[in-house]
């Protein structure tokens, strides 16, 4: 049996799963509590495919150790829409097209949420710099530039 | 799929207090410390090290914790760049040591990287670490010995190499309280905008006097040398003098003088002694406005 057991609150549930040393949050999303919703890219913190929020901040899934997780509190992908409504963000994305192989997504927009919770009027630079940890090797980036400059719009109207 | 390693041999510890940490890390030949694990879980995947138990110093208060005293500041070792660039008093204080450790990849990066795992992961390109040599940081190390400081120009003593001694780690990081009209700065160049290694790095730190001349000031130049470098000539041309051309320019000689960097795929020998000089005089430039303004 695997060495650690953790608990944590994944978007906003309770959850226990057990983990090796060696396991990542990532890998123990996807492989222990099969939330594929987060993807694996690069596996050495370059691409943010894998960006969750990890007690409000958003990380890098593939370089945090599960073991690390006791008493955290993770979101996801899987956490952003409520039931069958789309999170703003989720829909902008599909509003302005901004994604083609959708690979890259689920980071792209969970870091979104991370950067329109702590600047919820950013400028189009902001927006660039703030998801400079993402890569997109479909869409040449501005159409989530401006999903995510449409999303902030529209939450911030909605307030 | 995208497990690290294939051995389940590794264990993983979270003491909560100095003493227990430094007692696994004494006891355990193939022991690793993980603050923020951006560089450490990255080696493990590449199986550049093959550690028998990573040493979690998270859960130590003092490692945690931003202490702004009367005649010293002290920076636990495991905070994030995202919690010293919201710290506002520290980056009153010392703006240039926040904007070097807030260099560092990405957002998600700053989640979780530390400014003491910069400094002991110890690349020579390592943006943290100018700042702190110029704002003569001293570095706390806790050990079975006991607690030591070393001066932060002296800790690491080459690419990925430190003073560190079996059983040690970092627990914090002092900085001077420094008089009124002083401030630092951090520049580096990058052939992009964002997110990537620094070819060259220059930190000034400078305290001026009433009359407008500089009262002290240390300079560090990063990634033209082994390791980041104090360029001690620099406090003797700046100390004494105000800012003018003639200062700024035997400082920009100074630095491509201190520089003993290598070729590589981002930038040349030549370049980088080029752009040591440049940044050398702008970052001193900054950090001077921003002394008179404090």
Redesign the interface.
């Known amino acids: 049996m695997?060495?650690?057991f953790v608990s944590a609150t994944i978007n906003g549930d309770d959850v226990e799963f057990r983990c090796?040393?060696?396991?990542?949050l990532?890998?123990v999303l996807?492989?222990e509590l099969h939330m594929t919703g987060t993807k694996?890219g690069c596996?050495?913190?370059d691409c943010?495919a894998c960006?969750v929020i990890?007690n409000g901040?958003?990380?890098?899934s593939?370089?945090?150790?599960g073991?690390?997780l006791?008493g955290a509190e993770i979101e996801t992908v899987e956490g952003m829409a409520t039931g069958t409504e789309l999170h703003p963000i989720q829909q902008k994305f599909l509003d302005h097209a901004a994604l083609q192989c959708g690979i890259c997504t689920p980071g792209f927009m969970t870091?979104a949420k991370?950067?329109l919770a702590r600047n919820p009027d950013p400028t189009e630079t902001e927006v660039r710099?703030?998801l400079?940890?993402?890569l997109c090797r479909c869409t040449g980036y501005d159409k989530i530039i401006r999903a995510v400059l449409d999303a902030a719009a529209e939450m911030r109207a909605s307030k | 799929m995208g497990v690290l390693r294939n051995v389940s041999d590794l264990n993983y510890e979270t003491p909560t207090d100095i003493e227990s940490a430094v007692a696994l890390l004494t006891d355990n030949d193939r022991a690793k410390v993980l603050a923020g694990g951006t560089d450490l879980l990255v080696q493990l995947r590449e199986e550049m090290i093959e550690p028998s138990l990573i040493v979690d110093i998270k859960r130590i208060a003092e490692t945690r914790i931003v202490k702004m005293g009367a005649d010293e500041i002290r920076i636990g070792a495991a905070v994030t760049g995202a919690e010293l660039d919201e710290n506002d008093a520290l980056k009153a204080a010392w703006p240039g040591v926040v904007e070097g450790v807030e260099l560092i990849g990405s957002w998600q990066v700053q989640g979780r990287a530390t400014i003491g795992g910069n400094l002991c992961n110890g690349s020579p390109a390592a943006d943290g670490v100018p700042a702190l040599i110029a704002g003569a940081a001293k570095i706390v190390i806790v050990g079975p010995n006991g607690t030591r400081e070393v001066p932060a120009e002296d800790f690491n003593t080459g690419p990925g190499q430190n003073v560190l001694a079996k059983g040690e780690f970092v627990v914090s990081i002092v900085l001077p309280v420094r008089p009124p009209k002083s401030s630092d700065a951090y520049l580096r160049f990058i052939p992009r905008t964002e997110m990537d290694i620094a070819v060259v790095g220059a930190g000034v730190s400078l305290t001026l006097n009433e009359d407008g001349t500089c009262a002290a000031a240390r300079m560090s130049l990063g990634a033209v040398a082994p390791k980041a470098v104090l360029v001690e000539s620099a406090t003797d041309i700046l100390v004494g003098k105000k800012l003018t051309d003639d200062v700024l320019a035997a400082l920009a000689e100074a630095a491509s003088a201190s520089c003993d960097p290598i070729d590589d795929k981002r930038g040349t020998i030549k370049f980088r002694i080029k752009v040591a000089a440049v940044l050398a005089r702008r970052a001193a430039t900054i950090a001077w406005q921003r002394a008179e303004k404090s």
């Not at chain 1, 901040?57 to 890098?60: A, D, Q, T, Y």
């Not at chain 1, 593939?62 to 150790?65: A, G, Q, S």
């Open positions: 695997a060495k650690h090796e040393t060696e396991q990542t990532l890998d996807r492989s694996n596996g050495t913190g943010g960006t990890m901040r958003s990380v890098n593939c370089l945090v150790l073991a690390e006791d870091q991370a950067l710099f703030g400079a940890g993402n």
